[in-house]
């Protein structure tokens, strides 16, 4: 097969940034991308240069995160090249004016609407990791939802980061979007312009960054950050299933993925056969170790190699996997440490690599406690049990989301909102949500020159007609004082009628004498 070339990242001039922010915010005010079949097309045409490009981005996959060509194509080409798609094709739906529920006669004689209105110009940050799918993924909703954009892929997949360009430049409206390359110094060029939103995946530190840089503009920011996410395994678990699951979860993409488990907690009882079951699954998916597998990628770069390194070189826990690693090739092996404490370097930070730790515990209200102290809010949690256990674990620690039996799942899924919640990010997107991150819901109220007979009643000099026009349509509660729910005597009526609610309530309606109106 011939070679692929593909050139080397040059960073933005940072003097040159102001003016490329001017330029799409620009055509923004020229309203270029208002209408729905512009959006449509540049999102056909995105679909197309990338999908004449999988290659090149397998390549620079490989290049940079040493990814085997078929994790490449699940989580960036297959997913990115759905997310558009799915958007073309509901677009025109989603984008459609929505009337107002839930309103009486006069209001609905102002044609209550929300319109979906563009934001303006936005800036879009992307991560290392999945670099294609978190760049492109927030894109195809900023370019949904009518905006213009800057888009600045991370310096940490320099490869990516040029394929990326060569995408937005082949299929895009470059007035419209623009990429900028760079790192820290680029970036907070950016940042020093004026927004209409932000939409930032990568790290919480800088996420703090981001956030202040937001401030001064009250500029509405998404963050997509990490977290300390923790998997559960219970007694009552499928243990086979929990570790075959749990180990793709954090060796794919060498456990550089935001939403893989930090740690499990084990119930003590399991723990080991939990590793005896790890073991064997290793042997199933890398017969020949994982440093010879073509499947196993590599630690994006030197820093986060050391950090690693680190964070195994001062565990205190008992290495029962693994362990071994290579700085020449950037290679950590799946390791997996049997800990005996929240405070080992194993889980006091997020290790966003192919670390497994796992820390046995009594029972599962330990486990809930232990998770709360660890990260109240992580990205992600991963309960392994019965029904109910894994309920608990929903019901006591929050997350951005979750996926039950399995790792990371629901983030494939693209109409579930994939998001962080508190430590763990703000806002959502995937599928509808990545429409909705970048439009404003807009109200919009017109009231008829005909109404101003009876709308006269609301001006001064006010008087008892005002009074009691305003008392006459206010909603009457149905609640106590002590915060119970009232039930009236239709329904009531209706309950007797239907033995509960199991029948067809118009029918006991209907016999209770009320009119329904269709
Ligand atoms: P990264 O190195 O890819 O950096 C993210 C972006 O921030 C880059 O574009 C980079 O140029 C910019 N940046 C870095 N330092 C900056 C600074 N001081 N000022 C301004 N900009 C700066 O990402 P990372 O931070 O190494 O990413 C790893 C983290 O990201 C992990 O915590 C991971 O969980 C999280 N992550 C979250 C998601 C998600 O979707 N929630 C996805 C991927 C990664």
Redesign the pocket.
């Known amino acids: 097969m011939a070679s692929v070339e593909i050139p080397s990242l040059q960073y933005t001039a940072v003097e040159e940034i102001p003016q490329r922010v001017k330029n799409v915010r620009t055509t923004f005010f020229q309203q270029k991308t208002r209408p729905i079949e512009f959006r449509l097309q540049q999102l056909r045409k995105l679909y197309w240069a990338v999908k004449d490009r999988e290659h090149l981005m397998a390549e620079a996959l490989k290049r940079d995160l040493g990814k085997s060509p078929n994790e490449s194509l699940m989580s960036d080409i297959s997913i990115t090249l759905n997310d558009i798609v799915l958007m073309t094709k509901n677009l025109p739906k989603w984008a459609k004016d929505e009337k107002a529920p839930d309103v009486d006669i006069t209001y609905s004689l102002m044609k209550p609407t929300i319109r979906k209105d563009p934001l303006g110009c936005v800036l879009i940050?992307?991560?290392?990791?999945?670099p294609f799918q978190?760049a492109i993924g927030p894109l195809v909703g900023a370019i949904a939802g009518g905006n213009t954009a800057v888009l600045?892929?991370?310096?940490?997949s320099p490869n990516c980061a040029v394929v990326l360009q060569q995408i937005v430049e082949a299929a895009l409206d470059p007035s419209c979007v623009t990429v900028v390359q760079g790192?820290?110094p680029e970036?907070?060029a950016l940042?020093a312009e004026r927004w209409d939103k932000i939409f930032y995946?990568?790290?919480?530190n800088?996420g703090r960054?981001?956030t202040k840089a937001a401030a001064p503009h009250l500029t509405p920011v998404v963050l997509?950050?990490?977290?300390r996410n923790p998997a559960f395994i219970t007694k009552r678990a499928d243990i086979r299933l929990a570790a075959r699951r749990l180990l793709w979860g954090k060796t794919f993409n060498a456990g550089q993925i935001?939403t893989s488990q930090n740690y499990i907690l084990a119930d003590r009882e399991i723990v080991e056969r939990l590793v005896e079951e790890f073991c064997k699954a290793f042997k199933e998916y890398f017969p020949d170790g994982a440093k010879a597998s073509p499947d196993f990628a590599r630690i994006v770069n030197d820093g986060a190699f050391r950090r690693l390194k680190e964070m195994i070189d001062n565990t205190k826990g008992k290495i029962v996997l693994g362990g071994t690693m290579d700085e020449a090739e950037r290679f950590i092996e799946p390791t997996i440490v049997l800990v005996d404490s929240v405070d080992d370097s194993l889980i006091s930070q997020?290790s966003?690599g192919p670390l497994i730790p796992i820390l046995p515990v009594t029972d599962l209200d330990e486990a809930i406690k232990i998770a709360n102290d660890v990260d109240s809010t992580p990205?992600a949690v991963y309960p392994f049990g019965t029904k109910q256990e894994a309920e608990k674990v929903l019901s006591a620690v929050r997350s951005g989301g979750a996926t039950i039996n399995d790792s990371f799942m629901h983030v494939t899924i693209p109409s579930l909102p994939f998001g962080?919640v508190g430590e763990s990010?703000s806002g959502a997107y995937h599928g509808r949500n990545s429409f909705e991150a970048f439009v404003h819901r807009r109200s919009i109220a017109t009231t008829p020159s005909w109404l101003e007979r009876t709308l006269s009643v609301r001006y001064p000099p006010y008087g008892e007609k005002a009074r009691k026009f305003i008392v006459s349509r206010m909603l009457k509660p149905d609640f106590d004082r002590q915060g119970n729910k009232v039930t009236s005597v239709l329904e009531r009526l209706v309950w007797l009628f239907t033995l509960g609610g199991g029948a067809n309530k118009q029918g006991a309606l209907r016999a209770a004498g009320v009119v329904i109106s269709s």
């Open positions: 940050i992307g991560a290392f990791n999945v978190l600045k892929p991370s310096e940490n790192a820290i970036t907070q940042l995946t990568g790290s919480a800088v960054v981001v997509e950050l990490g977290g935001c997020e966003f990205l962080g990010g």
